[in-house]
């Protein structure tokens, strides 16, 4: 698949996120993401340079109701970070803090 024309994407570097289609894609290879991790991406791509905690991550993605462990969001970005690939060290864990997407 190809990254389909849209005026809703959101770039860094050889990510992008196409927000009408919901994809994912490094370069021009489709990347396939849970819900979460397309959350989760396209949180990073809108703050990318700007380090943003776990409970920041927790509240954008999972919602105030969510219960569970600020740990949860390590485990998804582990994840996100395997399915991008190389391009997934763009994100940057900022120790004791939370994570960052470089720039490219």
């Not at 819900?35 to 791509?45: G, H, K, R, W």
């Not at 740990?71 to 190389?86: A, C, F, N, P, Q």
């Amino acid at each position: 698949m190809h990254l389909v024309k849209s005026k809703n994407i959101l770039k860094n570097g050889r990510i992008s996120f196409d927000l009408e289609g919901c994809q994912a894609f490094v370069g021009k290879k489709r990347v396939n993401l849970t819900s979460t991790e397309i959350n989760l991406l396209a949180a990073f791509l809108k703050n990318r340079g700007e380090t943003v905690s776990r409970e920041e991550l927790l509240r954008a993605v999972w919602g105030d109701s969510y219960r569970g462990t600020s740990r949860t969001v390590d485990t998804h970005i582990h994840r996100l970070r395997s399915k991008l690939g190389t391009a997934g060290r763009r994100i940057r864990t900022i120790r004791s803090i939370g994570y960052r997407l470089d720039g490219p």
